[in-house]
């Protein structure tokens, strides 16, 4: 026995190359849900009037235009429907993944899809996308949408498909 051994005899080498992490002063919940609460905002900044059809229309037509100089004014206003929907898609698509991650970080089995929190997530994301067209009818240049909503959930499925997909590959799925 060394005269190190001696001064502590209840280390052990393992135990001395182990580390304990600083304590953050966030808490784990906020941890785990600051990406689909800063999502969540940056949707409803989308829902204003700088993110209205009048205003992309300015920056997406010109590019369009650029890109296919020989496009009419009706394909040139379709491009940027077309562009404004798929954000719709993208930005609930991504809400809903932000979701579920969330919820799963906040489980003991944070590994394993569950049904349960896909319902959640999908019911989450539905009802947050009714709150935002209902916040479009206080803004002048917007106005609700259920087709929008409808796109926003269908988005949210499609993300909990491709989570389930996912998981059951890893062979995670309960």
């Known amino acids: ?3 190190s051994d001696s001064a502590n005899p209840s280390s052990s080498p393992s135990d001395l190359t182990q580390t304990v992490p600083p304590k953050s002063g966030i808490p784990p919940w906020l941890r785990a849900w600051w990406p689909a ?3 969540a905002v940056v949707i409803s900044i989308f829902s204003t009037d700088p993110f209205s059809s009048a205003h992309t229309s300015r920056v997406i037509e ?3 235009h650029w890109l296919f100089p020989s496009m009419t004014r009706f394909e040139l206003e379709h491009a940027n429907h077309i ?8 930005e609930y698509f991504v809400f809903c993944m932000l979701l579920y991650h969330g919820i799963r ?6 590994r394993a899809w569950h049904w349960s929190w896909a ?6 994301a539905a009802v947050y ?4 067209e209902f916040h479009q009818t206080f803004v002048p240049s917007r106005g609700p949408s259920l087709r929008d909503s409808l796109i926003d959930s269908t988005a949210a499925f499609v993300a909990l498909v491709v989570l389930y997909f996912f998981y059951r590959s890893r062979g995670r799925s309960e």
């Open 119 to 124: 319902l959640v997530c999908w019911l989450i």
């Open 105 to 110: 970080a906040t489980r003991r089995d944070a």
């Open 37 to 39: 609460i800063v999502w």
């Open 1 to 3: 026995m060394s005269l």
């Open 83 to 90: 562009i404004r929907k798929c954000a719709h898609f993208f």
């Open 129 to 132: 996308s009714l709150f935002d």
């Open 62 to 64: 010109p590019i369009f």
